[in-house]
């Protein structure tokens, strides 16, 4: 499914002198179809720089990315605007991920009603709203809810929820339960498992906790100042 080979960032600073910093380099790797490849290091050593280059929220300085047979690396803005449905990714905070001025519902309507979800009547969505809640575990009372009324684990559902709408097929999940409680984190992650096997989702899932990583990976990657220093069974590890 995912295919990255030698891909390099390098972010510039200063006004006058350019100086640059290498965040990643010549990363390599691949993630089969409907696997989970756990990618590990301390914070800083580049993890989430190549979760969002394999979206091209980040373009890459060097190398390339093949998703599902296709060069991605240099598809202009509406070609990727077109694959985008098919990759997603949930970030680290659930609440800056959501619309603060809409409702649950509405949030979660919304791929569909851009059309991300398919074409659908207003009554279809409607369903489709009320399907999804059902699927990641929300009460439908919170649909009629703004983000600041419900928890953080309760937002991340919602992300997940929205996620799904677009029925995708390859998912960045970045460190998705860093910024919960202690107590929810589990439950998360246990719903991030269910779904990934329900929809047979192929998925990157970026941590710097080896036993989080450990649980929910097929292979892992070790990242350490911008490159992978090993790359192992989850068994094994």
């Known amino acids: 499914m995912i295919e990255v080979y030698d891909l390099q960032k390098h972010?510039?600073?200063?006004?006058?002198?350019?100086?640059?910093?290498?965040?990643?380099?010549?990363?390599?790797?691949?993630?089969e179809k409907g696997e989970t490849l756990g990618l590990v290091g301390e914070s800083g050593c580049g993890k989430t720089t190549v979760g969002r280059m394999l979206l091209r929220l980040i373009e890459p300085t060097?190398?390339?990315?093949?998703?599902?047979?296709?060069?991605?690396?240099?598809?202009?803005?509406?070609?990727?605007?077109?694959?985008?449905?098919?990759m997603q990714m949930i970030f680290q905070d659930p609440e800056s991920s959501l619309n603060p001025r809409m409702k649950i519902g509405e949030s979660i309507a919304e791929p569909f009603r851009l059309g991300l979800g398919g074409r659908c009547s207003r009554s279809e969505i409607r369903n489709q709203v009320q399907e999804l809640v059902d699927i990641v575990g929300l009460n439908r009372e919170h649909v009629n809810r703004y983000p600041y009324q419900l928890s953080g684990g309760q937002n991340q559902r919602v992300v997940l929820a929205r996620i799904l709408a677009i029925n995708p097929e390859f998912i960045v999940a970045d460190e998705p339960t860093a910024a919960l409680d202690v107590s929810v984190q589990a439950q998360i992650l246990r719903l991030i498992m269910d779904l990934k096997s329900e929809f047979g989702l192929t998925m990157l899932f970026i941590s710097h906790d080896m036993?989080?990583?450990?649980?929910?990976?097929?292979?892992?990657?070790?990242?350490?100042?911008?490159?992978?220093v090993e790359i192992k069974s989850s068994k094994d590890s």
């Open 11 to 31: 972010f510039a600073s200063g006004f006058i002198k350019k100086k640059y910093k290498s965040a990643v380099q010549s990363v390599s790797f691949s993630i």
């Open 62 to 86: 060097a190398g390339r990315i093949v998703f599902d047979g296709l060069d991605i690396t240099s598809l202009k803005h509406a070609e990727m605007r077109k694959l985008r449905p098919r």
């Open 211 to 228: 036993e989080v990583v450990r649980h929910m990976s097929d292979r892992i990657a070790v990242m350490d100042k911008g490159r992978i």
